[in-house]
């Protein structure tokens, strides 16, 4: 089964076409809409056959994104990723695949779901192998890849790298963009949940932070 073709159709038939162009405007996205809202797709998501190996599953999900003419077709891409019960499946060997949806998806909505259910819960599982690979991303030439390393910790909670997190957000704190100025200002007011005093004095320390960062990561304290 082309399960591939079976998520097209599915979404074609769950389509609205007057909810669309407003989604569409909403993202400020080139790709068009179908217009099918969060809870329909994920139904969808839920009705859809097993795959049933790995290798179909990266096939799918691989076609879906690359294939894309709607965004809804790469939303379901990253839900199939995301799936728990394809958890086994997932691990260090993805990040190539990551990467190069972070780089082509190059928006908010796409980067920070790998961000945050991709790329953070692999640096918890295997820390020495995603440690050097965050500092990397974090001084690259790409904007989203810099922004996945300011926010990949989002969920991290006491388990945050204090000192990945401090060299993520040196390295792209006096960059004018606002997605990364917004992000370093997410990730400190994230953190704050945990440890206020700490969040306090890195803003303090750190007069370069832009008046947006620094007014997200104090917002709550």
């Known amino acids: 089964m082309d399960i591939a073709a079976v998520v097209r159709a599915a979404l074609a038939s769950a389509g609205d076409p ?4 407003e989604m569409q405007r909403y993202m400020k996205s080139d790709m068009p809409f179908r217009g099918v809202p ?6 969808l998501v839920r009705g859809l056959p097993a795959l049933e190996t790995r290798s179909e599953w990266l096939d799918v999900t691989g076609r879906l994104w690359w294939e894309a003419k709607y965004r809804e077709e790469r939303y379901v891409a990253l839900d199939l990723l995301g799936l ?3 958890a086994g499946w997932r691990g260090v060997g993805l990040l190539p695949t990551y990467s190069s949806y972070v780089v082509s998806g190059a928006w908010w909505d796409f980067v920070d779901e790998i961000a945050n259910r991709h790329i953070g819960p692999l640096l918890l599982a295997d820390a020495d192998f995603m440690t050097p690979q ?3 991303w974090a001084a690259d030439p790409d904007l989203w890849k810099r922004r996945v390393s300011v926010i990949c910790q989002l969920g991290a909670k006491a388990e945050t790298d204090l000192e990945l997190l401090t060299y993520a ?3 792209n704190a006096e960059d004018k963009d606002f997605f990364l100025r917004k992000a ?3 990730a400190l007011r ?4 945990v440890e206020p005093g700490w969040v306090k004095s890195f803003v303090d320390n750190h007069p370069t932070l832009s008046p947006l960062s620094r007014r997200e990561a104090l917002k709550h304290l």
């Open 18 to 21: 007057e909810r669309a162009p």
């Open 38 to 43: 969060k809870p329909a797709r994920a139904a």
């Open 84 to 86: 728990k019960k394809h």
């Open 134 to 136: 965050i500092r990397t």
């Open 169 to 171: 957000i040196e390295a």
């Open 184 to 186: 370093i200002g997410w």
């Open 190 to 193: 994230q953190y704050a949940r």
